[in-house]
Each structure stands twice: as C-alpha cells, then as structure tokens.
C-alpha cells in the first residue's frame, strides 16, 4: 500500500508550536495527543540547466568523458553546489560551513529496465544527490527514515507510514543527507540516465567538535 503523500500531512493535523519546533499535533477524541517528531528532509528542483540536457545526454556517451572533470559539465556542478549550499542553510548549518561544502564525487550511471539497488546509505558524505539527464515518472527512488523489522501495521496513515518515494522526472534534482536509507526501486521503462554526487564539507569536523 501507498503511503499518503507527505507534503500534505500538516492538512491532517493542527499544526501547532511546542518549545523550539513546529510540529504536527493530532488531538485525540478522549484526550490523548500525538505528536510527530523528526523530518526526513528531501530537497528536490526541477531548474538546473533544463535547456542544456539534450547537449547532456549527447555529451555523456562520447569517448572518455568525466561529468566530475570535464569543463562542459561546469555550469551543472556550480548548480548543484548552489543548491547543496542552499539546503545546508536551511538545514540550520552556518555561512562559514555552507561556503566550504564541495563536490566530493560526481559519477554518470546508465541503466536499464529491470535495474534496481538495495537499501542504503552513503554516511561518509554529508548530502547526496541525484539528477536525471534521461528517465521516466515510472522509475522511483524511495527513502527510508530507519531499518525497522516492527510488524507491518494493517492500515497505513500519516503517523504509521514508513517511506516517501519519489518519481524520477527528467531534471530533477535531488538532494538528501548522506546517511538516508534509500533505494531505486525496479526500473520499469528501457533507459535511465542519472549524474550521482556526493558533498562534502571542509568543515564537518567543527559539528562533532562543538
């Protein structure tokens, strides 16, 4: 079963302020109240370089080309360090850290139908991220907030459910935490271009020594 659609959760409850945070509160018929606490935050964009993917997806398949290298993909990799710098911010991380994030790896992926990957992370980086120079809204990518072996509850609602999972549409870009639980679900159409990038920053040890 679906899941409801995440963005519209705040519809099914009052949504009100408790200490520092605002939070969903579901206010129960016999008193109770349940709150929802912890975001799974996915920053997504459907505006980086969208006039330049067919010169992409030429591009991609010439001989010895590098996507993390290569001067033709430079205005891509500043888009995606704007937008990585811009999530930094918004996640609460200062100037000084946003400004010394960068590019760590950034690799080109072609599959094919019937492709999929296994649960995972990448925790060695802070964010990671996908953009689609070539896919179909019939191919996912779904998120996890935790590995769990709980009982599969037998009706899913907006306090229960387990994933979030998005289409990948041609130029989006999407980024997450490196340490989110993903996968890309079977591939059902016949091609799916991806760019892959991890970022990093210069100053990730200053958060653990704070």
């Known amino acids: ?18 200490g520092r945070f605002t939070t969903p509160e579901l206010n129960l018929h016999n008193g109770g109240k349940i709150r929802t606490w912890f975001p799974l935050s996915i920053y997504e964009t459907h505006t980086v370089d969208w006039k330049k993917i ?8 010439k ?23 811009e999530f930094l911010k918004q996640l609460g991380y200062d100037d000084n850290f946003c400004n010394s994030s960068y590019i760590k790896n950034m690799t080109c992926e072609i599959t094919h ?9 990448h925790s060695e980086s802070l964010l990671t991220g996908e953009y689609y120079l070539k896919s179909h809204p019939n191919d996912k990518l779904r998120f996890y907030p935790y590995q ?3 009982p599969l509850v037998h009706s899913v609602n907006e306090l229960s459910y387990e994933y979030a999972t998005y289409e990948c549409r041609l130029g ?9 639980i993903h996968q890309s679900l079977p591939q059902q159409e016949e091609e799916k ?15 653990f020594i704070e």
């Open 1 to 18: 079963m679906e899941h409801p659609d995440p963005f519209i959760i705040s519809t099914f409850f009052n949504v009100s302020k408790n």
């Open 54 to 61: 067919p010169n992409y997806q030429e591009k991609i398949f």
């Open 172 to 180: 989006t870009l999407l980024f997450f935490l490196g340490n989110t």
């Open 113 to 121: 139908k019937g492709h999929t990957e296994n649960r995972h992370t």
């Open 193 to 207: 271009i991806t760019i892959k990038f991890n970022v990093a920053s210069d100053s990730i040890l200053d958060k």
């Open 148 to 150: 769990d072996i709980k």
């Open 63 to 85: 001989p010895n080309i590098n996507v993390f290298t290569s001067p033709f993909f430079d205005s891509l990799r500043i888009n995606i360090l704007d937008h990585s710098k």
